[in-house]
């Protein structure tokens, strides 16, 4: 189901910075373990980032020390915060939840293997 929704994607340069957003509007991500992905042209959807409901989080070799994920309960949205960012970044970046489940599974989860997701929003770091 999509039942999540990303914001924040755009353009920026190489060496610049987004922060994403992911939030539902009919129930509490604070209660899921929430997943970050990717899917650039031509290739496969990636995982990110992931936080789970008792905030361990985990990111991919490739945006780690890079990128961040966190999450304000009280706003119920999850935060991609991403700098230094490459052309390589660029994609259409999704979020999906599981209630349930440690970020080595989110992150090689395969689209059935979640229960929600986002529309996506996308990326391009382009000079």
């Known amino acids: 189901q999509t039942l999540l929704v990303e914001s924040g994607g755009g353009l920026v340069q190489p060496g610049g910075s987004l922060r994403l957003s992911c939030t539902a509007s009919?129930?509490?991500?604070?209660?899921?373990?929430i997943g970050w992905f990717r899917q650039a042209p031509g290739k496969e959807r990636e995982g990110v980032s992931c936080i789970t409901s008792i905030d361990s989080t985990k990111s991919a070799d490739s945006v780690k020390g890079r990128f961040t994920v966190s999450r304000d309960i009280a706003k119920n949205m999850v935060y991609l915060q991403m700098n230094s960012l490459e052309p390589e970044d660029t994609g259409i970046y999704y979020c999906?939840?599981?209630?349930?489940?440690?970020?080595?599974?989110?992150?090689?989860?395969?689209?059935?293997?979640?229960?929600?997701w986002g529309q996506g929003t996308q990326v391009t770091v382009s000079s």
């Open positions: 009919a129930f509490r991500l604070d209660n899921y373990s």
């Open positions: 999906g939840a599981r209630m349930g489940g440690g970020c080595t599974r989110i992150l090689g989860a395969k689209t059935s293997d979640l229960e929600y």
